[in-house]
């Protein structure tokens, strides 16, 4: 049964370069997605059931966040068995099908693999806590108190409060870099890099495309528990990620040897054509490039934008030093299910659409695969919420609204909870508006689908695009990027004036504007004028 789903599922893509060069991702929050059943929960069958749409939008790729049996402390990001579907979620068999339908219409599907912690629930942790000599107990992080009784080191919990809960039956500590309720695994013990590579192994059996890989940059902790260093106070009440941000991460993350971890994992997925694309909070451009190295991740996602409101020169000059130190190696993202949606943390309304459209058109010329988040392409800001289910809003007496914003239904149509699910939906929002979903903007040509859609038409049309040598064209002002790449020009023009950038050969001809219905005409010479916050695409033949 497994194998011949995979042999199904790789037949008809061509194997001569790996399938994600100039491939477009679409990320699936899978609660939020479609649900079949009626419980209000997304499933894997739900998602089968679009896959036309995916296919219409002309995405290549999808990345499915965790459907795995959980507690669901952190709505899945905290897994009891890596090898099964969460009942939730539907069934192994629901995921065969949507692995071999994806695969039918030429969609890669790749799973989030979850590696710095398990959910407190997986028989591990229960046995490592249960048997505090037994062989289980070093797949964790444990530690003894301070004299006083207190935890290990100063480290916290991007959730909120220090990173250690202490275990009363064996008086030891254990680390957990997010929830209580997910413990940190040691990755210094080779039974868990073992088991990991097993882990792989079998969703590649079943016919996966590649893994998104959470919290890469964590796996690793200093051997000695060293204390982080403080640059900044942290006082009662504060956003748990400021507190967590009032910390250099000298000591919890991006310890050199996780790069060993995905040279280890490349070696297992790479013969299998398996993509590796990981979450990566690295803080400097060159650690970043560390990972996606030959021979480790493939990629790692360009997070430091979904980090930013309205801030055009800190972004561009971001992307260009990010772009330089590894031209393939960066996933261009502008959101994820972690984040206010861009349209919202860029300004709202009609500004927040057309920055996002705009820096969206730069990411797809820059190389390495962009992944949209679920409803992006519809241009959707937040969701209105009626209240909060984010652990991290929940357990930090409201010092956060956490990330339900964006978690809110995917908007299918007009219909009872927008066509997201029969019953009521696990999270409570408000009703989108008939313009914001998929139906209503499939009947309206003018709507952001389309711009998004023909977006991605455009990169398939000019590999150019993301295949070529990139050269940087030098602009007098630092919120306008512009390049060259092969028989493609890029100018994203993200001042508030309109500005004319000189390509340095004529010829050009527009293909992509990113603001409906903006006006430039075909440049004049060597020179290009485009509207404020705008980014064009050329070609010349
Ligand atoms: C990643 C996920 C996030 C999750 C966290 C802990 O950052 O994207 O949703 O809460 O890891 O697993």
Same mark, same amino acid.
């Given at each position: 049964?497994?194998?011949?789903?995979?042999?199904?599922?790789?037949?008809?893509?061509?194997?001569?370069?790996?399938?994600?060069?100039?491939?477009?991702?679409?990320?699936?929050?899978?609660?939020?997605?479609?649900?079949?059943?009626?419980?209000?929960?997304?499933?894997?069958?739900?998602?089968?059931?679009?896959?036309?749409?995916?296919?219409?939008?002309?995405?290549?790729?999808?990345?499915?966040?965790?459907?795995?049996?959980?507690?669901?402390?952190?709505?899945?990001?905290?897994?009891?068995?890596?090898?099964?579907?969460?009942?939730?979620?539907?069934?192994?068999?629901?995921?065969? &099908?949507?692995?071999?339908?994806?695969?039918?219409?030429?969609?890669?599907?790749?799973?989030?693999?979850?590696?710095?912690?398990?959910?407190?629930?997986?028989?591990?942790?229960?046995?490592?806590?249960?048997?505090?000599?037994?062989?289980?107990?070093?797949?964790?992080?444990?530690?003894?108190?301070?004299?006083?009784?207190?935890?290990?080191?100063?480290?916290?919990?991007?959730?909120?409060?220090?990173?250690?809960?202490?275990?009363?039956?064996?008086?030891?500590?254990?680390?957990?870099?997010?929830?209580?309720?997910?413990?940190?695994?040691?990755?210094?013990?080779?039974?868990?890099?073992?088991?990991?590579?097993?882990?792989?192994?079998?969703?590649?059996?079943?016919? &996966?495309?590649?893994?998104?890989?959470? &919290?890469?940059?964590?796996?690793?902790?200093?051997?000695?528990?060293?204390?982080?260093?403080?640059?900044?106070?942290?006082?009662?009440?504060?956003?748990?990620?400021?507190?967590?941000?009032?910390?250099?991460?000298?000591?919890?993350?991006?310890?050199?040897?996780?790069?060993?971890?995905?040279?280890?994992?490349?070696?297992?997925?790479?013969?299998?054509?398996?993509?590796?694309?990981?979450?990566?909070?690295?803080?400097?451009?060159?650690?970043?490039?560390?990972?996606?190295?030959?021979?480790?991740?493939?990629?790692?996602?360009?997070?430091?934008?979904?980090?930013?409101?309205?801030?055009?020169?800190?972004?561009?000059?971001?992307?260009?030093?990010?772009?330089?130190?590894?031209?393939?190696?960066?996933?261009?993202?502008?959101?994820?299910?972690?984040?206010?949606?861009?349209?919202?943390?860029?300004?709202?309304?009609?500004?927040?659409?057309?920055?996002?459209?705009?820096?969206?058109?730069?990411?797809?010329?820059?190389?390495?695969?962009?992944?949209?988040?679920?409803?992006?392409?519809?241009?959707?800001?937040?969701?209105?919420?009626?209240?909060?289910?984010?652990?991290?809003?929940?357990?930090?007496?409201?010092?956060?609204?956490?990330?339900?914003?964006?978690?809110?239904?995917?908007?299918?149509?007009?219909?009872?909870?927008?066509?997201?699910?029969?019953?009521?939906?696990?999270?409570?929002?408000?009703?989108?508006?008939?313009?914001?979903?998929?139906?209503?903007?499939?009947?309206?040509?003018?709507?952001?689908?389309?711009?998004?859609?023909?977006?991605?038409?455009?990169?398939?049309?000019?590999?150019?695009?993301?295949?070529?040598?990139?050269?940087?064209?030098?602009?007098?002002?630092?919120? &306008?990027?512009?390049?060259?790449?092969?028989?493609?020009?890029?100018?994203?023009?993200?001042?508030?004036?309109?500005?004319?950038?000189?390509?340095?050969?004529?010829?050009?001809?527009?293909?992509?504007?990113?603001?409906?219905?903006?006006?430039?005409?075909?440049?004049?010479?060597?020179?290009?004028?485009?509207?404020?916050?705008?980014?064009?695409?050329?070609?010349?033949?």
């Amino acid at each position: 049964m497994r194998a011949s789903t995979s042999e199904q599922a790789t037949a008809g893509f061509d194997r001569t370069e790996p399938w994600w060069r100039g491939a477009v991702g679409y990320e699936i929050y899978v609660r939020s997605f479609a649900d079949s059943t009626g419980d209000g929960v997304g499933d894997l069958a739900g998602i089968t059931g679009r896959l036309d749409y995916l296919s219409w939008l002309g995405v290549d790729a999808l990345w499915l966040t965790p459907f795995y049996p959980s507690p669901g402390h952190d709505h899945g990001y905290d897994v009891s068995d890596y090898c099964a579907v969460s009942s939730r979620h539907g069934t192994l068999h629901d995921f065969d &099908v949507l692995v071999s339908e994806a695969h039918r219409r030429g969609l890669r599907v790749m799973v989030d693999i979850v590696p710095n912690h398990t959910s407190i629930e997986h028989e591990w942790f229960a046995r490592a806590r249960r048997d505090q000599g037994g062989p289980d107990r070093d797949r964790y992080l444990w530690a003894d108190p301070t004299p006083d009784g207190g935890p290990p080191n100063n480290w916290l919990s991007h959730f909120g409060g220090p990173a250690w809960t202490l275990d009363e039956a064996s008086g030891q500590y254990w680390c957990h870099l997010f929830l209580p309720e997910q413990p940190d695994l040691n990755w210094r013990n080779p039974t868990v890099r073992d088991d990991f590579d097993s882990i792989l192994e079998w969703w590649m059996d079943r016919g &996966v495309d590649g893994f998104r890989v959470d &919290v890469a940059h964590g796996l690793v902790k200093d051997t000695q528990l060293r204390d982080n260093p403080q640059i900044a106070p942290v006082v009662p009440g504060m956003d748990p990620f400021d507190a967590f941000n009032a910390f250099e991460h000298r000591h919890d993350m991006d310890q050199s040897e996780n790069v060993e971890i995905f040279r280890r994992w490349n070696q297992v997925c790479a013969p299998r054509q398996a993509m590796l694309l990981g979450e990566v909070n690295a803080p400097w451009p060159n650690r970043m490039a560390r990972y996606v190295g030959a021979g480790a991740l493939d990629q790692a996602f360009f997070l430091q934008s979904a980090f930013l409101g309205w801030d055009p020169e800190t972004l561009l000059t971001m992307v260009r030093v990010m772009h330089d130190a590894a031209p393939h190696g960066i996933s261009w993202v502008l959101s994820n299910h972690d984040r206010s949606r861009p349209v919202t943390r860029l300004g709202g309304g009609e500004a927040g659409v057309r920055r996002s459209l705009a820096v969206s058109t730069l990411f797809m010329a820059l190389g390495g695969t962009p992944f949209l988040f679920q409803g992006e392409e519809l241009a959707l800001a937040d969701g209105v919420l009626r209240d909060y289910h984010d652990p991290v809003s929940v357990r930090n007496d409201g010092a956060t609204s956490g990330r339900d914003g964006c978690r809110t239904p995917m908007p299918w149509d007009s219909s009872a909870q927008n066509g997201f699910s029969a019953g009521d939906p696990w999270i409570d929002s408000e009703p989108r508006l008939p313009e914001q979903t998929v139906a209503g903007q499939q009947a309206d040509p003018d709507a952001p689908v389309h711009r998004y859609r023909s977006l991605l038409d455009v990169r398939r049309q000019h590999p150019d695009m993301w295949r070529a040598p990139l050269e940087w064209i030098e602009t007098a002002n630092p919120q &306008v990027a512009a390049l060259r790449r092969g028989t493609i020009a890029v100018v994203a023009n993200l001042s508030e004036r309109r500005t004319s950038v000189r390509l340095g050969s004529p010829g050009w001809e527009p293909a992509f504007t990113s603001q409906q219905g903006s006006r430039f005409d075909t440049p004049a010479h060597d020179t290009v004028s485009v509207p404020p916050e705008t980014t064009i695409v050329l070609t010349r033949e």
